[in-house]
C-alpha cells in the first residue's frame, strides 16, 4: 500500500520534467491537473510560459487532457485557449476520470503519465491504475489547515522517494 504515494519521478517544476525521457519510455499521453501544478491557484488562465509548453509538447506528439479537482467554470476557463480534453470536479484519487481520459485520448494507462503536485490525489489515482506519476512542488503553498495537514503526512513518503532514488543512482524513469 505504501507504493501507491510514491511517484515515479518528482520534478521542481514542469519546466523541468524531461519530457524526451517519457518518449523514451513510450509515452504519448499526459494528464495534468492545473492548479498548484501549472498555475498558483489564483491563476484563472494559463500563463505564457504553460501555453508555450503545451503547445510545443502538443507539436511534439503528446496527447495532453487536464484533470481537476477544481469545478467547471474554473477548469474550462483555463481550458478555453487549448480545448484539450478536460475532466473538472475529477474527486481524485477517484480514478473514473482518468478512465474516462484514457478513452478520450484512446490511449492505454501504460503510454500515459499524470503530472501533479499532491500525493494523495495526482499520484495516488495514478498508482493505482499503473499509469506513470510524476509530481511537481507546489507553484505556492496553500495557507489552509487542510493542505497543511495534508503535506505533513506526505513528508514520510517523499523521504522514502529519495532514499529509492539515491539508492538507484539517480532514479531516472
Known amino acids: ?24 519510455k513510450n509515452i504519448k499521453g499526459l ?9 498558483s491557484y489564483k491563476q484563472e488562465v494559463p500563463t505564457e510560459n504553460v501555453i508555450i509548453l503545451l503547445n510545443r509538447l502538443k507539436s511534439e506528439g503528446f ?13 474550462d476557463l483555463f481550458n478555453s485557449e487549448f480545448k484539450y480534453f478536460s475532466f ?25 503519465a499524470i503530472i501533479g503536485d499532491q500525493l494523495f490525489t495526482d499520484v495516488f489515482a495514478a498508482k493505482r491504475i499503473k499509469i506513470t506519476a510524476i509530481l511537481v512542488n507546489p507553484i ?4 489552509t489547515l487542510f493542505f497543511k495537514l495534508k503535506r505533513i503526512l506526505e513528508k514520510p513518503f517523499l523521504k522514502k522517494y529519495y532514499k529509492r532514488l539515491n539508492k538507484n543512482h539517480g532514479g531516472k524513469i
Not at 2 to 22: C, E, N
Not at 31 to 39: E, P, Q
Not at 63 to 75: H, K, L, Q
Not at 88 to 112: F, Q, R
Open 140 to 143: 505556492e503553498p496553500v495557507e
Open 31 to 39: 494528464i495534468f491537473d492545473i492548479d498548484n501544478t501549472l498555475v
Open 88 to 112: 473538472p470536479d475529477a474527486k481524485k484519487p477517484s480514478v473514473k476520470y482518468i478512465k474516462e481520459a484514457l478513452k478520450a485520448m484512446g490511449l492505454p494507462a501504460k503510454n500515459t
Open 63 to 75: 496527447d495532453i487532457c487536464f484533470i481537476s479537482n477544481n469545478g467547471r467554470e474554473r477548469v
Open 1 to 24: 500500500m505504501f507504493g501507491y504515494f510514491i511517484p515515479d519521478v518528482i520534478y521542481k517544476t514542469v519546466y523541468d520534467i524531461d519530457f524526451d525521457a517519457l518518449k523514451k
